[in-house]
């Protein structure tokens, strides 16, 4: 399965691409300077084709084409939406590599029904040998025995194949498996200042420490299939308030008591969690058959806008673009994560080869992240 405008170096970066707070269209050409300077493809949002075709123009050219997340209330079930799957591709045929569609609670009892229009989009996109793949993402909770059985039945269907959101995978894991040691305990409704967390901490945290080797099983699980796997990467936890993942992996949940000497507590992976997924994606996956989105949405910060400031000389109130800036640079410390562990792997295997000790490499701003 060639993912065409995703495939070339193992282990692809692309990153969010999206104006992230209001203004005019100078924050997307923020958005284009910054990532032609970090080198990092695109993933964009984009409701509709002509949505799409108006944010493309912003996107800088790069040796991947962009992968697009349709809207999320897009539901393959239905012909209708098919046919909008299909539009998109048929439109953007040779401009874009991907197409992100999410999975829904019914498709779980209506299974058959997912796999015949599944198919029936397949066949329509092999008319076009340029046109994108299809990616159904892991996005609404349901069993991960399910999703893996999906797309073992498509195996053959070329076209299309998966996506697996680590956020969405490693919260349902963290949450089952703290409700096996505390029946009837619903971890998402604890919160923060629940006067139980410091005894149930421990658990939480054991609980938390499972996300990781689930997603890699996951991983395994659709590599060995032999097609084009995307990934959309972001950490989480589940006493988060509200939205509990889309964080940087550079992040970490501040409580307000002590535990293991520090007022913080652990995400589900962490920048050692992240290397563990790029290079056991890259060891399951065929070569250069997968790709990594950075889907971080939750960053707050100002960033002085120093050589792009040219860009808002209209402005008379800078603080968005700051903002918009900040959360850029928050993208390309993730995607230099990325890039790392990939190199690091590559390394590694090439020491196994040789069977020569190499020392691995490790950024010094996140070394103490690490231990």
Request: charged share 25%; net charge neutral.
């Given at each position: 399965?060639?993912?065409?405008?995703?495939?070339?170096?193992?282990?692809?970066?692309?990153?969010?691409?999206?104006?992230?707070?209001?203004?005019?269209?100078?924050?997307?050409?923020?958005?284009?300077?910054?990532?032609?300077?970090?080198?990092?493809?695109?993933?964009?949002?984009?409701?509709?084709?002509?949505?799409?075709?108006?944010?493309?123009?912003?996107?800088?050219?790069?040796?991947?084409l962009p992968v697009v997340h349709l809207?999320?209330?897009?539901?393959?079930?239905?012909?209708?939406?098919?046919?909008?799957?299909?539009?998109?591709?048929?439109?953007?045929?040779?401009?874009?590599?991907?197409?992100?569609?999410?999975?829904?609670?019914?498709?779980?009892?209506?299974?058959?029904?997912?796999?015949?229009?599944?198919?029936?989009?397949?066949?329509?996109?092999?008319?076009?040998?340029?046109?994108?793949?299809?990616?159904?993402?892991?996005?609404?909770?349901?069993?991960?025995?399910?999703?893996?059985?999906?797309?073992?039945?498509?195996?053959?269907?070329?076209?299309?194949?998966?996506?697996?959101?680590?956020?969405?995978?490693?919260?349902?894991?963290?949450?089952?498996?703290?409700?096996?040691?505390?029946?009837?305990?619903?971890?998402?409704?604890?919160?923060?200042?629940?006067?139980?967390?410091?005894?149930?901490?421990?658990?939480?945290?054991?609980?938390?420490?499972?996300?990781?080797?689930?997603?890699?099983?996951?991983?395994?699980?659709?590599?060995?299939?032999?097609?084009?796997?995307?990934?959309?990467?972001?950490?989480?936890?589940?006493?988060?308030?509200?939205?509990?993942?889309?964080?940087?992996?550079?992040?970490?949940?501040?409580?307000?008591?002590?535990?293991?000497?520090?007022?913080?507590?652990?995400?589900?992976?962490?920048?050692?969690?992240?290397?563990?997924?790029?290079?056991?994606?890259?060891?399951?996956?065929?070569?250069?058959?997968?790709?990594?989105?950075?889907?971080?949405?939750?960053?707050?910060?100002?960033?002085?806008?120093?050589?792009?400031?040219?860009?808002?000389?209209?402005?008379?109130?800078?603080?968005?673009?700051?903002?918009?800036?900040?959360?850029?640079?928050?993208?390309?410390?993730?995607?230099?994560l990325i890039r790392t562990a990939n190199?690091?792997?590559?390394?590694?295997?090439?020491?196994?080869?040789?069977?020569?000790?190499?020392?691995?490499?490790?950024?010094?701003?996140?070394?103490?992240?690490?231990?």
């Open positions: 399965m060639n993912g065409r405008g995703l495939s070339g170096v193992p282990g692809c970066v692309h990153a969010l691409f999206q104006q992230r707070v209001d203004g005019d269209e100078a924050l997307l050409r923020l958005a284009g300077l910054r990532f032609a300077q970090m080198g990092t493809a695109a993933e964009v949002y984009a409701d509709t084709p002509d949505q799409l075709e108006h944010v493309l123009r912003f996107v800088p050219p790069h040796p991947r809207s999320r209330g897009v539901n393959v079930l239905h012909g209708r939406d098919r046919a909008l799957v299909r539009e998109f591709a048929d439109r953007f045929a040779g401009r874009v590599a991907g197409l992100v569609v999410h999975d829904k609670r019914e498709m779980g009892a209506q299974t058959d029904r997912l796999l015949a229009g599944m198919r029936e989009l397949n066949a329509r996109l092999c008319q076009r040998p340029d046109g994108p793949l299809v990616f159904l993402e892991y996005a609404a909770g349901l069993d991960r025995g399910w999703f893996i059985e999906v797309a073992e039945r498509l195996q053959d269907a070329e076209r299309v194949s998966c996506c697996i959101d680590v956020g969405h995978v490693g919260l349902r894991q963290v949450v089952a498996r703290f409700g096996d040691s505390h029946p009837g305990l619903n971890l998402k409704k604890l919160g923060l200042e629940n006067p139980r967390l410091p005894d149930l901490v421990a658990d939480i945290q054991d609980a938390v420490a499972t996300a990781l080797p689930h997603v890699l099983d996951v991983t395994r699980s659709l590599g060995r299939l032999g097609k084009h796997v995307h990934f959309h990467l972001h950490d989480g936890h589940p006493l988060v308030p509200g939205l509990r993942d889309h964080f940087s992996f550079l992040t970490r949940l501040p409580i307000p008591f002590s535990y293991l000497d520090r007022r913080s507590l652990n995400m589900m992976y962490g920048p050692g969690g992240l290397a563990s997924i790029v290079s056991t994606a890259i060891d399951a996956c065929p070569p250069r058959e997968v790709s990594f989105t950075l889907e971080i949405h939750q960053v707050e910060g100002r960033l002085p806008l120093s050589d792009a400031a040219w860009l808002f000389d209209h402005w008379q109130n800078t603080t968005n673009a700051e903002r918009m800036n900040y959360w850029l640079s928050v993208l390309s410390e993730n995607a230099m190199r690091n792997y590559r390394m590694r295997s090439n020491q196994d080869a040789a069977n020569i000790r190499i020392p691995q490499l490790t950024p010094p701003w996140c070394a103490e992240l690490l231990t």
